[in-house]
Protein backbone atom coordinates (compact mmCIF):
# COMPACT_ATOMS: atom_id res chain seq x y z
CA UNK A 1 0.00 0.00 0.00
CA UNK A 2 2.60 2.52 0.64
CA UNK A 3 4.49 2.82 -2.68
CA UNK A 4 6.83 5.71 -3.18
CA UNK A 5 5.99 8.03 -5.70
CA UNK A 6 9.11 10.50 -6.25
CA UNK A 7 7.09 11.75 -9.56
CA UNK A 8 3.96 13.21 -9.08
CA UNK A 9 3.64 14.00 -12.70
CA UNK A 10 4.66 9.92 -13.35
CA UNK A 11 1.89 9.33 -10.72
CA UNK A 12 -0.66 11.10 -12.25
CA UNK A 13 -0.46 9.28 -15.26
CA UNK A 14 -0.93 6.28 -13.85
CA UNK A 15 -4.35 4.49 -13.56
CA UNK A 16 -5.31 1.69 -11.86
CA UNK A 17 -4.60 0.93 -7.63
CA UNK A 18 -1.17 2.51 -8.53
CA UNK A 19 -2.33 6.10 -10.20
CA UNK A 20 -4.78 6.18 -6.60
CA UNK A 21 -1.90 5.42 -4.50
CA UNK A 22 0.58 8.03 -5.83
CA UNK A 23 -1.56 10.63 -4.82
CA UNK A 24 -0.01 11.52 -0.48
CA UNK A 25 -3.59 12.57 0.79
CA UNK A 26 -5.22 9.37 -0.16
CA UNK A 27 -2.78 6.80 1.18
CA UNK A 28 -3.59 8.92 4.58
CA UNK A 29 -7.26 8.48 3.84
CA UNK A 30 -6.77 5.18 3.32
CA UNK A 31 -4.62 4.34 6.34
CA UNK A 32 -6.64 5.93 8.58
CA UNK A 33 -9.89 4.21 7.00
CA UNK A 34 -7.84 0.51 7.82
CA UNK A 35 -6.97 1.65 11.59
CA UNK A 36 -9.90 2.95 12.48
CA UNK A 37 -12.22 0.05 10.35
CA UNK A 38 -10.59 -2.65 11.78
CA UNK A 39 -10.70 -1.52 15.11
CA UNK A 40 -14.27 -1.23 15.23
CA UNK A 41 -14.97 -4.64 13.59
CA UNK A 42 -13.47 -6.52 16.65
CA UNK A 43 -14.81 -4.25 19.22
CA UNK A 44 -18.35 -5.09 17.23
CA UNK A 45 -17.23 -9.05 18.25
CA UNK A 46 -16.02 -7.95 22.10
CA UNK A 47 -19.19 -6.25 22.31
CA UNK A 48 -21.68 -9.45 21.58
CA UNK A 49 -19.27 -11.33 23.68
CA UNK A 50 -19.29 -8.72 26.96
CA UNK A 51 -23.36 -8.47 26.20
CA UNK A 52 -23.40 -12.61 26.39
CA UNK A 53 -21.04 -12.88 29.78
CA UNK A 54 -23.29 -10.69 31.71
CA UNK A 55 -26.50 -11.52 30.33
CA UNK A 56 -26.79 -14.98 28.59
CA UNK A 57 -29.66 -13.12 26.49
CA UNK A 58 -30.35 -13.16 22.60
CA UNK A 59 -32.36 -10.47 23.17
CA UNK A 60 -29.97 -8.16 24.96
CA UNK A 61 -27.39 -9.19 22.20
CA UNK A 62 -30.09 -7.82 19.58
CA UNK A 63 -30.70 -5.05 21.68
CA UNK A 64 -26.83 -4.53 21.54
CA UNK A 65 -27.06 -4.93 17.43
CA UNK A 66 -29.98 -1.99 16.73
CA UNK A 67 -28.04 0.11 19.07
CA UNK A 68 -25.28 0.42 16.62
CA UNK A 69 -27.59 0.10 13.47
CA UNK A 70 -30.00 2.96 14.83
CA UNK A 71 -27.99 5.82 14.87
CA UNK A 72 -27.38 5.33 11.22
CA UNK A 73 -30.76 5.75 10.25
CA UNK A 74 -31.45 8.86 12.71
CA UNK A 75 -28.07 11.13 12.12
CA UNK A 76 -26.10 10.26 9.07
CA UNK A 77 -28.03 12.63 7.09
CA UNK A 78 -27.25 15.61 9.91
CA UNK A 79 -23.38 13.95 10.40
CA UNK A 80 -22.99 14.82 6.19
CA UNK A 81 -24.50 18.03 6.62
CA UNK A 82 -22.03 18.95 9.64
CA UNK A 83 -19.11 17.25 7.81
CA UNK A 84 -20.19 19.77 4.42
CA UNK A 85 -20.77 22.60 7.44
CA UNK A 86 -17.59 22.83 9.41
CA UNK A 87 -14.72 21.17 7.21
CA UNK A 88 -14.36 17.12 6.61
CA UNK A 89 -11.15 16.99 7.85
CA UNK A 90 -12.10 18.86 10.64
CA UNK A 91 -15.27 16.71 10.97
CA UNK A 92 -13.38 13.78 10.97
CA UNK A 93 -10.38 14.03 13.26
CA UNK A 94 -13.58 15.40 15.87
CA UNK A 95 -15.42 11.96 15.28
CA UNK A 96 -12.09 10.04 15.96
CA UNK A 97 -11.38 11.33 18.65
CA UNK A 98 -14.66 11.21 20.21
CA UNK A 99 -14.91 7.58 19.46
CA UNK A 100 -12.00 7.56 21.07
CA UNK A 101 -13.26 8.52 24.29
CA UNK A 102 -16.22 6.53 24.36
CA UNK A 103 -13.95 3.66 23.89
CA UNK A 104 -12.24 4.35 26.77
CA UNK A 105 -15.58 4.96 28.52
CA UNK A 106 -16.38 1.52 27.37
CA UNK A 107 -13.28 0.34 28.43
CA UNK A 108 -14.08 1.41 32.34
CA UNK A 109 -17.62 0.04 32.06
CA UNK A 110 -16.90 -3.19 31.43
CA UNK A 111 -13.72 -3.12 34.66
CA UNK A 112 -16.83 -2.04 36.39
CA UNK A 113 -19.28 -4.69 35.29
CA UNK A 114 -21.60 -1.77 34.91
CA UNK A 115 -25.50 -2.49 33.76
CA UNK A 116 -24.90 -3.97 30.47
CA UNK A 117 -27.46 -0.72 29.47
CA UNK A 118 -24.87 1.32 29.80
CA UNK A 119 -22.61 0.08 27.23
CA UNK A 120 -25.21 -0.22 24.89
CA UNK A 121 -25.72 3.43 25.22
CA UNK A 122 -22.15 4.13 24.97
CA UNK A 123 -22.04 1.93 21.72
CA UNK A 124 -25.35 4.40 20.24
CA UNK A 125 -22.91 7.33 21.49
CA UNK A 126 -20.33 5.61 19.48
CA UNK A 127 -21.92 4.73 15.96
CA UNK A 128 -23.30 8.25 16.43
CA UNK A 129 -20.55 10.33 17.09
CA UNK A 130 -19.26 8.17 13.82
CA UNK A 131 -22.04 9.29 11.42
CA UNK A 132 -20.37 11.92 9.85
CA UNK A 133 -17.21 9.97 9.10
CA UNK A 134 -18.28 7.93 5.79
CA UNK A 135 -20.36 10.99 4.02
CA UNK A 136 -17.09 13.29 4.76
CA UNK A 137 -14.67 10.26 3.60
CA UNK A 138 -17.12 10.22 0.42
CA UNK A 139 -16.99 13.37 -0.13
CA UNK A 140 -13.08 13.97 0.40
CA UNK A 141 -12.22 11.64 -2.02
CA UNK A 142 -12.64 13.47 -5.16
CA UNK A 143 -10.48 16.28 -3.83
CA UNK A 144 -7.45 13.94 -2.80
CA UNK A 145 -7.39 11.59 -6.46
CA UNK A 146 -7.47 12.42 -9.73
CA UNK A 147 -10.15 11.98 -11.82
CA UNK A 148 -8.63 9.05 -13.84
CA UNK A 149 -7.87 7.24 -10.67
CA UNK A 150 -11.74 8.20 -9.02
CA UNK A 151 -13.36 4.70 -9.41
CA UNK A 152 -9.84 3.17 -8.16
CA UNK A 153 -9.95 5.15 -4.86
CA UNK A 154 -13.48 4.01 -4.18
CA UNK A 155 -12.63 0.37 -4.99
CA UNK A 156 -9.57 0.54 -2.43
CA UNK A 157 -12.06 1.97 -0.14
CA UNK A 158 -14.11 -0.83 -0.75
CA UNK A 159 -11.03 -3.21 -0.26
CA UNK A 160 -10.26 -1.86 2.72
CA UNK A 161 -13.89 -2.33 4.29
CA UNK A 162 -13.90 -5.71 3.29
CA UNK A 163 -10.63 -6.54 4.46
CA UNK A 164 -11.80 -5.35 7.97
CA UNK A 165 -14.83 -7.47 7.81
CA UNK A 166 -12.23 -10.56 7.26
CA UNK A 167 -10.06 -9.38 9.80
CA UNK A 168 -11.24 -7.65 12.19
CA UNK A 169 -13.38 -10.63 14.21
CA UNK A 170 -10.56 -12.54 13.74
CA UNK A 171 -8.28 -10.02 15.39
CA UNK A 172 -11.14 -9.86 18.16
CA UNK A 173 -11.34 -13.56 18.42
CA UNK A 174 -7.42 -13.55 18.85
CA UNK A 175 -7.44 -10.60 21.54
CA UNK A 176 -10.14 -12.83 23.09
CA UNK A 177 -8.27 -15.28 23.51
CA UNK A 178 -5.81 -13.97 25.69
CA UNK A 179 -7.67 -10.86 27.61
CA UNK A 180 -11.41 -9.89 28.75
CA UNK A 181 -13.47 -7.66 26.33
CA UNK A 182 -12.31 -4.12 28.02
CA UNK A 183 -8.69 -5.01 26.15
CA UNK A 184 -10.24 -4.82 22.79
CA UNK A 185 -12.49 -1.36 23.34
CA UNK A 186 -8.97 -0.02 24.94
CA UNK A 187 -7.13 -1.26 21.53
CA UNK A 188 -10.13 0.25 20.04
CA UNK A 189 -9.45 3.17 21.52
CA UNK A 190 -5.87 3.25 20.15
CA UNK A 191 -6.91 2.72 16.93
CA UNK A 192 -9.56 6.29 16.34
CA UNK A 193 -6.32 7.82 17.90
CA UNK A 194 -4.33 6.13 14.79
CA UNK A 195 -6.59 7.47 12.68
CA UNK A 196 -6.94 10.88 13.64
CA UNK A 197 -3.50 11.27 13.22
CA UNK A 198 -3.49 10.12 9.61
CA UNK A 199 -6.25 12.54 9.22
CA UNK A 200 -4.32 15.60 10.95
CA UNK A 201 -2.00 15.33 8.25
CA UNK A 202 -4.07 15.42 5.14
CA UNK A 203 -3.98 18.72 2.95
CA UNK A 204 -6.87 20.70 3.36
CA UNK A 205 -9.14 20.35 0.43
CA UNK A 206 -9.06 23.65 -2.12
CA UNK A 207 -12.84 24.08 -1.48
CA UNK A 208 -12.71 23.75 2.62
CA UNK A 209 -11.72 27.67 3.90
CA UNK A 210 -14.32 29.11 1.00
CA UNK A 211 -16.80 27.12 1.94
CA UNK A 212 -16.88 27.09 5.58
CA UNK A 213 -17.31 30.78 5.49
CA UNK A 214 -20.68 30.52 3.45
CA UNK A 215 -22.13 27.78 4.97
CA UNK A 216 -22.05 28.99 8.43
CA UNK A 217 -24.74 31.43 7.09
CA UNK A 218 -26.86 28.43 6.39
CA UNK A 219 -29.03 27.29 8.88
CA UNK A 220 -28.49 23.50 9.29
CA UNK A 221 -32.07 22.88 8.04
CA UNK A 222 -31.01 23.99 4.49
CA UNK A 223 -28.04 22.36 4.12
CA UNK A 224 -30.50 19.43 4.71
CA UNK A 225 -33.04 20.84 2.34
CA UNK A 226 -30.40 21.56 -0.01
CA UNK A 227 -29.26 17.83 0.21
CA UNK A 228 -32.43 16.07 -0.34
CA UNK A 229 -32.98 18.25 -3.47
CA UNK A 230 -29.42 17.41 -4.75
CA UNK A 231 -30.75 13.73 -4.41
CA UNK A 232 -34.36 14.13 -6.38
CA UNK A 233 -33.53 17.19 -8.52
CA UNK A 234 -32.19 15.00 -11.24
CA UNK A 235 -33.88 11.30 -12.46
CA UNK A 236 -30.59 10.13 -13.10
CA UNK A 237 -29.56 10.51 -9.16
CA UNK A 238 -32.60 9.99 -7.61
CA UNK A 239 -32.70 6.25 -9.86
CA UNK A 240 -28.94 5.48 -9.00
CA UNK A 241 -29.66 6.26 -4.88
CA UNK A 242 -32.74 4.16 -5.24
CA UNK A 243 -30.62 1.16 -6.95
CA UNK A 244 -27.95 1.39 -4.36
CA UNK A 245 -30.60 1.29 -1.17
CA UNK A 246 -32.20 -1.20 -3.28
CA UNK A 247 -28.76 -3.35 -3.41
CA UNK A 248 -28.91 -2.58 0.97
CA UNK A 249 -32.72 -3.84 1.15
CA UNK A 250 -31.15 -7.26 -0.75
CA UNK A 251 -28.45 -7.28 1.79
CA UNK A 252 -31.08 -7.29 4.54
CA UNK A 253 -32.71 -9.66 3.31
CA UNK A 254 -29.55 -12.01 3.03
CA UNK A 255 -28.87 -11.84 6.77
CA UNK A 256 -32.26 -13.62 7.56
CA UNK A 257 -32.42 -15.93 4.30
CA UNK A 258 -28.73 -17.20 4.27
CA UNK A 259 -28.49 -18.87 7.48
CA UNK A 260 -31.79 -20.47 6.28
CA UNK A 261 -30.47 -21.50 3.08
CA UNK A 262 -27.34 -23.31 4.83
CA UNK A 263 -29.66 -24.92 7.06
CA UNK A 264 -32.54 -26.20 5.42
CA UNK A 265 -31.16 -26.18 1.51
CA UNK A 266 -27.68 -27.32 1.85
CA UNK A 267 -27.76 -29.21 4.92
CA UNK A 268 -24.56 -27.77 6.45
CA UNK A 269 -26.39 -26.30 9.85
CA UNK A 270 -26.62 -22.97 10.98
CA UNK A 271 -22.51 -23.23 11.39
CA UNK A 272 -22.20 -22.93 7.76
CA UNK A 273 -24.06 -19.54 6.91
CA UNK A 274 -20.37 -18.59 8.24
CA UNK A 275 -18.39 -20.24 5.07
CA UNK A 276 -21.58 -18.42 3.09
CA UNK A 277 -20.48 -14.82 4.35
CA UNK A 278 -16.97 -15.57 4.39
CA UNK A 279 -17.63 -16.37 0.86
CA UNK A 280 -19.35 -12.81 -0.35
CA UNK A 281 -16.22 -11.54 1.45
CA UNK A 282 -14.29 -12.89 -0.56
CA UNK A 283 -15.69 -12.21 -3.91
CA UNK A 284 -15.57 -8.49 -2.36
CA UNK A 285 -11.92 -8.80 -2.14
CA UNK A 286 -11.45 -10.00 -5.76
CA UNK A 287 -14.59 -7.49 -7.38
CA UNK A 288 -12.33 -4.72 -6.09
CA UNK A 289 -9.24 -6.08 -7.58
CA UNK A 290 -10.89 -5.91 -10.56
CA UNK A 291 -13.09 -3.01 -10.35
CA UNK A 292 -9.97 -0.45 -11.63
CA UNK A 293 -9.91 -2.02 -15.03
CA UNK A 294 -13.57 -2.33 -15.93
CA UNK A 295 -14.04 1.28 -14.83
CA UNK A 296 -11.95 2.84 -17.37
CA UNK A 297 -14.69 1.00 -19.43
CA UNK A 298 -16.37 4.90 -21.65
CA UNK A 299 -20.03 3.88 -20.01
CA UNK A 300 -19.56 2.56 -16.15
CA UNK A 301 -23.14 2.44 -16.09
CA UNK A 302 -22.97 -0.56 -18.36
CA UNK A 303 -20.92 -2.14 -15.47
CA UNK A 304 -22.90 -0.74 -12.79
CA UNK A 305 -25.75 -2.75 -14.21
CA UNK A 306 -24.19 -5.71 -14.76
CA UNK A 307 -22.79 -5.79 -11.51
CA UNK A 308 -26.47 -5.46 -10.19
CA UNK A 309 -27.85 -8.46 -12.31
CA UNK A 310 -24.62 -10.25 -10.95
CA UNK A 311 -25.08 -9.75 -7.10
CA UNK A 312 -28.79 -10.74 -7.71
CA UNK A 313 -27.98 -14.14 -9.68
CA UNK A 314 -27.14 -16.41 -6.19
CA UNK A 315 -31.09 -15.13 -4.97
CA UNK A 316 -32.81 -16.58 -7.93
CA UNK A 317 -30.04 -19.66 -8.32
CA UNK A 318 -29.71 -20.90 -4.78
CA UNK A 319 -33.21 -22.25 -4.76
CA UNK A 320 -32.17 -25.09 -6.95
CA UNK A 321 -28.68 -25.70 -5.44
CA UNK A 322 -27.94 -28.35 -2.82
CA UNK A 323 -24.07 -28.48 -3.24
CA UNK A 324 -22.64 -26.60 -0.81
CA UNK A 325 -19.14 -25.37 -3.01
CA UNK A 326 -21.35 -24.53 -5.70
CA UNK A 327 -23.48 -22.39 -3.71
CA UNK A 328 -20.30 -20.65 -2.08
CA UNK A 329 -19.05 -20.14 -5.25
CA UNK A 330 -22.45 -18.36 -6.03
CA UNK A 331 -22.35 -16.30 -3.66
CA UNK A 332 -18.39 -15.07 -4.22
CA UNK A 333 -19.79 -14.05 -7.57
CA UNK A 334 -22.58 -11.84 -5.75
CA UNK A 335 -19.63 -10.72 -3.60
CA UNK A 336 -17.74 -9.09 -6.50
CA UNK A 337 -21.09 -7.96 -8.19
CA UNK A 338 -22.15 -6.04 -4.43
CA UNK A 339 -18.47 -4.33 -4.92
CA UNK A 340 -19.36 -3.22 -8.72
CA UNK A 341 -22.29 -1.60 -7.48
CA UNK A 342 -21.07 0.21 -4.00
CA UNK A 343 -17.88 1.25 -6.11
CA UNK A 344 -19.03 2.53 -9.28
CA UNK A 345 -22.56 3.66 -8.09
CA UNK A 346 -20.21 5.84 -5.53
CA UNK A 347 -18.28 6.85 -8.40
CA UNK A 348 -21.11 8.02 -10.46
CA UNK A 349 -22.67 9.80 -7.67
CA UNK A 350 -19.54 11.90 -6.70
CA UNK A 351 -19.61 12.66 -10.34
CA UNK A 352 -22.88 13.59 -10.63
CA UNK A 353 -23.31 15.77 -7.10
CA UNK A 354 -22.00 19.24 -6.92
CA UNK A 355 -18.81 19.54 -4.68
CA UNK A 356 -19.79 21.50 -2.11
CA UNK A 357 -22.92 19.49 -0.80
CA UNK A 358 -21.21 15.96 -1.39
CA UNK A 359 -21.09 15.06 2.36
CA UNK A 360 -24.47 15.72 3.13
CA UNK A 361 -25.58 14.10 -0.09
CA UNK A 362 -23.70 10.85 1.10
CA UNK A 363 -25.09 11.11 4.69
CA UNK A 364 -28.38 11.09 3.43
CA UNK A 365 -27.68 7.74 1.50
CA UNK A 366 -26.05 6.27 4.22
CA UNK A 367 -29.74 6.90 6.24
CA UNK A 368 -31.69 5.63 3.87
CA UNK A 369 -29.23 2.58 2.73
CA UNK A 370 -29.23 1.44 6.72
CA UNK A 371 -32.92 1.65 6.50
CA UNK A 372 -33.35 -0.26 3.74
CA UNK A 373 -30.97 -3.10 5.28
CA UNK A 374 -33.36 -3.22 8.16
CA UNK A 375 -36.41 -3.50 6.27
CA UNK A 376 -34.95 -5.90 4.29
CA UNK A 377 -33.83 -7.55 7.49
CA UNK A 378 -37.52 -7.59 8.57
CA UNK A 379 -39.56 -8.02 5.03
CA UNK A 380 -37.48 -11.13 4.26
CA UNK A 381 -39.55 -13.06 7.59
CA UNK A 382 -43.06 -12.25 6.60
CA UNK A 383 -42.37 -13.45 2.57
CA UNK A 384 -40.43 -16.72 4.13
CA UNK A 385 -44.06 -17.34 6.44
CA UNK A 386 -46.10 -16.13 3.19
CA UNK A 387 -44.67 -17.95 0.80
CA UNK A 388 -41.47 -20.07 1.93
CA UNK A 389 -37.91 -19.86 1.58
CA UNK A 390 -37.61 -20.77 -1.83
CA UNK A 391 -40.22 -18.01 -3.01
CA UNK A 392 -38.25 -15.35 -0.87
CA UNK A 393 -34.92 -15.85 -2.86
CA UNK A 394 -37.21 -15.17 -5.84
CA UNK A 395 -38.33 -12.29 -4.94
CA UNK A 396 -35.14 -10.70 -3.30
CA UNK A 397 -33.22 -11.42 -6.59
CA UNK A 398 -36.26 -10.54 -9.02
CA UNK A 399 -36.86 -7.25 -7.11
CA UNK A 400 -33.41 -6.04 -7.66
CA UNK A 401 -32.87 -7.36 -11.00
CA UNK A 402 -36.11 -5.32 -12.21
CA UNK A 403 -35.34 -2.31 -10.44
CA UNK A 404 -31.89 -2.22 -12.40
CA UNK A 405 -33.00 -2.88 -15.68
CA UNK A 406 -35.70 0.07 -15.01
CA UNK A 407 -32.44 2.57 -14.45
CA UNK A 408 -30.28 1.52 -16.99
CA UNK A 409 -32.08 4.77 -19.40
CA UNK A 410 -31.54 7.16 -16.42
CA UNK A 411 -28.06 5.83 -15.85
CA UNK A 412 -26.64 5.90 -19.44
CA UNK A 413 -27.78 9.90 -18.96
CA UNK A 414 -26.07 10.27 -15.89
CA UNK A 415 -22.63 8.71 -18.13
CA UNK A 416 -23.40 11.42 -20.75
CA UNK A 417 -23.40 14.52 -18.64
CA UNK A 418 -20.09 13.51 -17.20
CA UNK A 419 -18.76 12.65 -20.49
CA UNK A 420 -19.89 16.51 -21.51
CA UNK A 421 -18.83 17.48 -18.43
CA UNK A 422 -15.37 16.71 -18.83
CA UNK A 423 -15.01 17.59 -22.65
CA UNK A 424 -16.11 20.84 -21.47
CA UNK A 425 -13.26 21.08 -18.49
CA UNK A 426 -10.39 19.78 -21.11
CA UNK A 427 -9.43 23.08 -22.61
CA UNK A 428 -9.53 24.75 -19.46
CA UNK A 429 -7.35 21.93 -17.39
CA UNK A 430 -4.55 21.87 -19.95
CA UNK A 431 -4.21 25.73 -20.34
CA UNK A 432 -4.05 26.09 -16.25
CA UNK A 433 -1.38 23.19 -16.02
CA UNK A 434 0.60 25.39 -18.69
CA UNK A 435 1.13 27.60 -16.59
CA UNK A 436 4.23 27.97 -14.26
CA UNK A 437 2.62 28.27 -11.38
CA UNK A 438 0.16 26.02 -11.77
CA UNK A 439 2.70 23.49 -12.67
CA UNK A 440 2.87 21.56 -9.82
CA UNK A 441 -0.72 21.25 -9.02
CA UNK A 442 -2.01 18.01 -9.29
CA UNK A 443 -4.76 16.83 -11.68
CA UNK A 444 -7.68 16.68 -9.16
CA UNK A 445 -6.89 20.51 -7.95
CA UNK A 446 -6.56 21.25 -11.89
CA UNK A 447 -10.27 19.88 -12.27
CA UNK A 448 -11.59 21.89 -9.38
CA UNK A 449 -10.00 25.22 -10.16
CA UNK A 450 -11.29 24.60 -14.23
CA UNK A 451 -14.39 24.17 -12.47
CA UNK A 452 -14.67 27.20 -10.79
CA UNK A 453 -13.55 29.37 -14.26
CA UNK A 454 -15.90 31.83 -15.83
CA UNK A 455 -15.60 32.92 -19.15
CA UNK A 456 -15.75 36.00 -20.21
CA UNK A 457 -15.58 37.41 -23.93
CA UNK A 458 -13.63 40.94 -24.04
CA UNK A 459 -13.84 43.51 -27.12
CA UNK A 460 -10.40 45.57 -28.01
CA UNK A 461 -10.20 48.29 -25.79
CA UNK A 462 -11.56 47.08 -22.74
CA UNK A 463 -9.67 47.29 -19.38
CA UNK A 464 -9.88 43.91 -17.48
CA UNK A 465 -7.62 45.55 -14.55
CA UNK A 466 -7.54 49.21 -13.12
CA UNK A 467 -4.90 50.24 -11.70
CA UNK A 468 -5.50 51.11 -8.04
CA UNK A 469 -8.81 49.51 -7.49
CA UNK A 470 -9.38 46.57 -5.04
CA UNK A 471 -8.04 43.38 -6.08
CA UNK A 472 -10.92 40.80 -6.74
CA UNK A 473 -10.26 38.06 -9.56
CA UNK A 474 -7.32 35.98 -10.98
CA UNK A 475 -7.49 36.13 -14.86
CA UNK A 476 -5.75 33.62 -17.68
CA UNK A 477 -5.92 34.99 -21.23
CA UNK A 478 -6.85 31.74 -23.18
CA UNK A 479 -6.67 34.38 -26.07
CA UNK A 480 -5.88 37.61 -27.92
CA UNK A 481 -3.41 40.23 -26.30
CA UNK A 482 -3.81 42.70 -24.14
CA UNK A 483 -1.23 45.18 -22.57
CA UNK A 484 -0.13 46.18 -19.16
CA UNK A 485 0.58 50.06 -18.25
CA UNK A 486 1.57 51.19 -15.11
CA UNK A 487 1.75 54.98 -13.18
CA UNK A 488 4.52 53.07 -11.01
CA UNK A 489 4.88 53.57 -7.30
CA UNK A 490 5.77 57.28 -7.65
CA UNK A 491 2.75 58.53 -9.90
CA UNK A 492 3.01 59.70 -13.15
CA UNK A 493 1.93 59.25 -16.38
CA UNK A 494 1.25 55.25 -17.38
CA UNK A 495 3.88 53.71 -19.06
CA UNK A 496 3.77 50.23 -21.11
CA UNK A 497 5.39 47.37 -18.89
CA UNK A 498 4.65 44.17 -21.22
CA UNK A 499 2.36 42.45 -23.57
CA UNK A 500 0.21 39.54 -22.72
CA UNK A 501 -0.91 36.76 -25.30
CA UNK A 502 -2.73 33.85 -25.00
CA UNK A 503 -1.44 31.24 -22.10
CA UNK A 504 -0.10 34.46 -19.79
CA UNK A 505 -2.21 35.36 -16.33
CA UNK A 506 -2.65 38.53 -14.58
CA UNK A 507 -4.38 39.78 -11.21
CA UNK A 508 -2.00 37.59 -9.00
CA UNK A 509 -0.24 40.60 -7.44
CA UNK A 510 -3.07 42.44 -5.50
CA UNK A 511 -4.71 39.18 -4.35
CA UNK A 512 -1.39 37.52 -2.76
CA UNK A 513 -0.05 41.02 -1.19
CA UNK A 514 -3.04 42.15 -0.12
CA UNK A 515 -2.98 45.84 -1.89
CA UNK A 516 -4.50 47.72 -4.48
CA UNK A 517 -3.80 46.58 -8.33
CA UNK A 518 -0.35 47.89 -9.21
CA UNK A 519 -1.27 48.22 -13.01
CA UNK A 520 -3.87 48.79 -15.60
CA UNK A 521 -4.22 45.38 -18.12
CA UNK A 522 -6.18 46.47 -21.37
CA UNK A 523 -7.04 44.39 -24.29
CA UNK A 524 -5.30 45.31 -27.56
CA UNK A 525 -7.71 42.66 -29.36
CA UNK A 526 -10.70 40.41 -29.25
CA UNK A 527 -10.01 37.43 -27.15
CA UNK A 528 -11.35 34.89 -24.49
CA UNK A 529 -10.71 35.35 -20.49
CA UNK A 530 -10.65 32.75 -18.12
CA UNK A 531 -12.03 34.75 -14.94
CA UNK A 532 -11.44 32.82 -11.24
CA UNK A 533 -12.37 33.84 -7.97
CA UNK A 534 -10.18 35.47 -6.19
CA UNK A 535 -11.31 33.13 -3.02
CA UNK A 536 -10.52 29.75 -5.08
CA UNK A 537 -7.17 31.57 -6.25
CA UNK A 538 -5.76 31.81 -2.57
CA UNK A 539 -7.51 28.66 -1.55
CA UNK A 540 -5.36 26.37 -4.20
CA UNK A 541 -2.49 28.39 -3.28
CA UNK A 542 -2.86 27.56 0.24
CA UNK A 543 -3.41 24.10 -0.46
CA UNK A 544 -0.10 23.37 -2.73
CA UNK A 545 3.03 24.56 -0.86
CA UNK A 546 4.93 23.98 -3.86
CA UNK A 547 2.93 26.62 -6.00
CA UNK A 548 5.11 29.66 -3.55
CA UNK A 549 8.31 28.70 -5.23
CA UNK A 550 7.20 30.09 -8.99
CA UNK A 551 4.78 32.82 -7.49
CA UNK A 552 6.94 34.72 -5.42
CA UNK A 553 9.29 34.39 -7.88
CA UNK A 554 6.53 35.88 -10.89
CA UNK A 555 5.40 38.02 -8.12
CA UNK A 556 9.31 40.03 -7.09
CA UNK A 557 10.45 40.24 -11.39
CA UNK A 558 7.05 42.27 -11.73
CA UNK A 559 6.58 44.16 -9.14
CA UNK A 560 10.19 44.99 -9.62
CA UNK A 561 9.87 46.74 -12.42
CA UNK A 562 6.39 48.74 -11.47
CA UNK A 563 6.76 49.06 -7.32
CA UNK A 564 10.40 48.41 -6.48
CA UNK A 565 10.47 49.01 -2.53
CA UNK A 566 7.27 47.02 -2.11
CA UNK A 567 8.79 44.02 -3.81
CA UNK A 568 8.99 41.10 -2.16
CA UNK A 569 12.06 38.43 -2.38
CA UNK A 570 11.45 35.65 -4.10
CA UNK A 571 11.78 32.43 -1.56
CA UNK A 572 13.56 29.86 -2.73
CA UNK A 573 11.33 27.18 -4.69
CA UNK A 574 10.77 24.01 -2.20
CA UNK A 575 12.31 20.93 -3.45
CA UNK A 576 10.00 18.04 -4.70
CA UNK A 577 8.33 16.60 -1.84
CA UNK A 578 9.14 13.07 -1.30
CA UNK A 579 5.89 10.79 -2.02
Given at each position: MW??F??????R?K??????????D?????A?L???????W?Y?VA??V????????A?????G?I?RLV?Y??F??IGGAL?DR?G?????I???????????L?????I?S?P?V?A??I?F?STA?GT?F????????P??V???????AN?L?????S?S?????????L????G???????V???T?V???????????P???QA?E???E??T??G??????K?M???S??????A????A????????V??????????S??S???G??F?AI???G???????P?V??H?R????L??G??V?????????????PV?????????G???I????????????A????IT??VF???????V?????G??L????????????A??V???VL???T???F?KL?E??G??D?????????????G?L???RP??????????A?I???R???G??L?K????AD??????S????????G???????K???L?G???A?EI????????????RAT?D??VY????E??????????A????L??G????M?R?????S??A?PQ?P?A?L
Amino acid sequence: MWLPFPDMAEARGKSGFRGALGHRDFRLLLASLTTSGTGDWFYNVALVVLILDQTDSAAWVAAGTIGRLVPYVVFSTIGGALADRYGRRRVMIAADFLRATLMLLLTVAAILSAPIVIAIVIAFLSTAAGTPFFPAVAATTPSVVDEKSLASANALISTVDSLSIAIGPALGGLILLFGPPEVAFAVNAVTFVASALFLSRLTPPPEAQATEAAEESQTLRGQLVEGMKAMTSSSGVAFLVALLVAATLTYGEETVLYPLVSRDLLSTGSQGVGFIFAAIGVGGVLGASLTPRVADHPRPSIILVAGSIVAAAPLVTLPFVRVPVVAYLLVAVEGAGFIFVDVLGTTLLQRAVPPEITARVFGLLDSVAVAGTVAGALLAPIIITAFGLEAALFVAGGVLVVLTLLSFPKLRELDGAADRRMLELAPRVELLGSLDIFRPLPRQSLEALAASITEQRVASGHVLIKEGAEADDFFVIASGTMEVLSSGEWGGAPAKIRDLKGGDYAGEIGLVERIPRTATVRATSDGLVYRIRGEDFLDTVNQSPALSGPLFAGIAGRMARTHPTHSPAAPPQPPEASL
